[in-house]
């Protein structure tokens, strides 16, 4: 990592981190998730762990009016089904026209031409604050081949590297200006991608694919994320950071719980961990490389 890119982002980080934390656990924002149903209990959770509150509305006649009163809407096309699409149809078309932020994950597109036409027609209507997959998933978003059968998995050959960052960057910021969004691909390395600003964030541990649904509680988080940058004058790209490192360190600091007891031990205690992380432990433990 360039010295002075981690001087620059640790004065970001810095600065940004108690002002978006702070606000979640002071005003306990209420997150409109409308997620699948293998992760719905641990996205509920996550965010009440973080000091949020979730409320997980799908029913197309409420949708609208849940997402009224919320602070952000979070999205995610895992296990689809005609009533959910419709009702995040509409919950889009409501946050749109109220200037309530959005997330929407791309799960499964890389393997589903149904969920893939629906999310393109879905954000160039209603453009998301962040647009969030696996490596996979952003690329088949971009027209880009990736590895056949991998499910909602990422394919291995198309993970984001050192060597070939930039060369992603320069396609998803080319998708971010035309979105007006930032783009987040989630992996052993994540990509944060604005119009006018980008950066890789190495936090996190291989424990955190031996258990489901910990893209999703990324997705819920940056939802929470987006709500305290709204109201603390912080930009998207900070809050999609921020939910990469909330849960890339909270794996971080339990991994040794991973390694002596397994999975089943590990996914107890992350909420217990993203519960007690301060900024202080953000900051000094985000691993940053900004371009």
Request: hydrophobic share 45%; aromatic share 4%.
């Amino acid at each position: 990592m360039d010295g002075s890119n981690k001087d620059r982002n640790v004065s970001r980080l810095t600065e940004a981190i108690p002002l978006l934390l702070g606000y979640i656990r002071q005003q306990a924002p209420l997150i409109h998730c409308i997620t699948n149903p293998i992760s719905i209990n641990d996205c509920a959770n996550i965010l009440l762990a973080i000091g949020a509150r979730p409320i997980m509305a799908e029913h197309p006649k409420e949708v609208a009016e849940i997402t009224a009163i919320a602070k952000a809407l979070a999205l995610n096309l895992g296990n689809i089904t005609d009533a959910r699409m419709e009702s995040m149809r509409i919950a889009s078309q409501a946050a749109h026209r109220l200037h309530i932020p959005a997330v929407i994950d791309l799960v499964g597109i890389a393997c589903s031409s149904l969920r893939l036409d629906y999310a393109r027609k879905l954000i160039s209507q209603y453009p998301p604050a962040i647009i969030k997959g696996n490596i996979s998933e952003l690329r088949t978003l971009l027209g880009l081949p990736v590895t056949p059968g991998m499910g909602v998995e990422a394919g291995a050959r198309e993970m984001a590297t050192a060597e070939n960052a930039p060369e992603y960057i320069r396609l998803f910021k080319e998708k971010a200006r035309e979105y007006h969004t930032t783009l987040l691909a989630t992996g052993p390395m994540d990509l944060v991608v604005s119009e006018h600003a980008a950066c890789t964030i190495q936090n996190g541990t291989e424990a955190l694919a031996s258990i489901t649904g910990t893209g999703c509680m990324t997705n819920v988080l940056a939802g929470a994320c987006l709500a305290a940058a709204s109201h603390t004058n912080r930009t998207d790209l900070e809050a999609a950071m921020l939910s990469c490192l909330l849960l890339g360190i909270a794996a971080e600091k339990i991994h040794h719980i991973y390694t002596e007891k397994g999975p089943g031990s590990f996914h107890l205690h992350l909420m217990d961990s993203i519960h007690s992380l301060t900024p202080e432990d953000l900051t000094a433990a985000a691993k940053i490389t900004q371009y």
